[in-house]
């Protein structure tokens, strides 16, 4: 756990060592707020739906939470996962066993096939920013003019890794022990879990409410562009950026050092300079870390005044 903290403060080490303070100073004060808000209530939205889609995939199991319990819990583990890296969904789970009287595993299985979920959509998201910025994206892997003419090694690159992926679930797929046969039992659970989101009663609105979520997650990263003078980014260095920040996550505890230093990089090679990539990269992470902390910290409040009342 210490690792990804000690890693986090030396990204932010490194961005801010080489930041121009007076720029980076200018571009906060002068900064328009009204686009962060606007950017903060997409983000209130998206977890609300987030809460409301869970219920959908409880009821099947016979739990009907009540939905502001599901809204604490989800902001509480958002808040859990900047203390302790992904341990905000078992703190998810934990809430509506207290408070709901629901096992522990039932309610944290249906987490793990909501992941799955959204696993699938930002896979969605990849394909999309990929079909969109494919000479872009080429023309940077091949640093060459005329990519047409210059890519043949990366084509040879892509025949090799999906001929190995083939070759990668042939094994699995007739594996009876050992390392390829836990492989297996990974992916059919993976597979489970996405085909029994269509089992339920309600399964448009999950699918809905899923799509809802990652439009609001793209829009409140997309408006903050807004808020700054001089921001001019286009629709792929939006995606791109945005697909950067989304993994970058994983690698720090709330994405600390890392969430700004890879969106400031998306938007470089996009030509942005590197001081309005580093304002808005702060002020993104900045403005969605006082959200987390503080309507996470609110719910740890509310959770026991609430359940008391009822």
Known sequence: MIIPFAFGGFLVWYSFSDIDFNKFTADLKNANYWWIGLSLLFGILSHISRAY?????????GYTPRLTNNVLAVLVGYLVNYTIPRAGEASRALVLTNYEGIPFE???????????????????????????????ILGLLTKKDDVDANSWWLWVFLGV??????????YVKKATSGFGLKIKKMLNGLVEGMLSIFKMKKKWLFIFHTIFIWIMYILMFWVVTFSIDGLSVPIG???????????????????????????????VLFGVSKELGDSFGWMMWGSQTAMVIFFGGLSFLLLPIYNKQQ
């Open 53 to 61: 889609r869970w219920s959908f995939m409880l009821e099947p199991m």
């Open 106 to 136: 039932k309610s944290f299985g249906t987490i793990v096939a909501e992941r799955v979920a959204d696993l699938l959509m930002l896979v969605v998201v990849v394909i999309v920013t990929l079909f969109l910025q494919f000479d872009f």
């Open 161 to 170: 890794f999906v001929f190995g992926t083939i070759v990668f679930f042939v």
């Open 237 to 267: 260095a939006i995606l791109v950026g945005f697909i950067a920040g989304a993994f970058s996550i994983a690698a720090t505890p709330g994405g600390i050092g890392s969430y700004p230093v890879s969106v400031s990089a998306a938007f």
